[in-house]
């Protein structure tokens, strides 16, 4: 499996890099350096966090423990590193996914859609701890477009239990990604770009898509005010 680093720059790079801040006595501009590794961009939490967490929570959405059935729909991985801004991978740290189903729900007393049910073999949340190199990966389906939003799923990067990112990573080619207005919102476009990514099948007749992210985050935990987008709207 090929897995290009996006986020990863070379150590010849950093070095040059590096050695122009020196001779040049530190007068150089943060673009310069900020080119090099662009940080995630924040995203709302959105309403559907699970409000119950399942029992089941590892990185294996497709299957839940003691369950005979898999989910429905399209097999969907996804991985890469958990890295500082200088380019460090940061071990130890936990990252959670949840999303909606092939129904579009989600795991939320208030996470489906009118006329809509959970698919009951679907886990709706992981999460795994990242190793020595930083790395992550979950299996999973593609989730389903709800009504209001492109499809995406939501991320959620912690350290010692404090959140230090909420955002959401989306499918490079679906036309709604044009009107989305979280997406939209991303003013940045090295950073819009960085959570937009091309979900390729795995072999040339196989369905299953593949797909790595690396998640570039600040150490500064989140402010838990600014992650909420709001109640649940009605369904
Ligand atoms: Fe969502």
Not at 3 to 17: C, E, G, V
Not at 216 to 226: A, H, I, N, S, Y
Request: with cysteine.
């Amino acid at each position: 499996m090929n897995f290009p680093a996006s986020f990863h720059i070379s150590q010849s790079r950093r070095k040059l890099l590096h050695s122009l801040l020196l001779t040049t006595g530190g007068i150089i501009t943060q673009s310069v350096y900020a080119e090099a590794l662009t940080l995630t961009p924040r995203a709302t939490e959105g309403p559907y966090y699970p409000d119950h967490l399942p029992l089941d929570q590892d990185n294996n959405l497709l299957q839940i423990l003691g369950n005979q059935a898999p989910a429905t729909g399209i097999i969907t991985e996804f991985g890469g590193r958990v890295l500082d801004v200088d380019g460090k991978a940061l071990n130890g740290t936990s990252v959670e996914l949840w999303q909606a189903d092939t129904n579009g729900c989600y795991i939320h007393s208030k996470g489906a859609p009118k006329g809509k049910e959970r698919d009951p073999q679907f886990q709706g949340f992981g999460k795994i701890t990242t190793n020595e190199k930083g790395e992550y990966r979950f299996r999973t389906i593609k989730p389903a477009v709800y009504p209001g939003r492109t499809r995406h799923f939501h991320i959620a990067v912690l350290q010692n239990g404090k959140r230090l990112l909420t955002t959401q990573l989306y499918f490079a080619g679906e036309p709604q990604n044009e009107t989305d207005g979280l997406l939209k919102r991303i003013a940045d476009e090295q950073q819009r770009l960085s959570v937009i990514r091309d979900f390729k099948p795995l072999t040339s007749d196989s369905q299953e898509l593949v797909a790595t992210w690396d998640i570039v985050v600040g150490l500064t935990p989140e402010d838990p005010e600014k992650r909420r987008g709001g109640p649940p709207p009605k369904r």
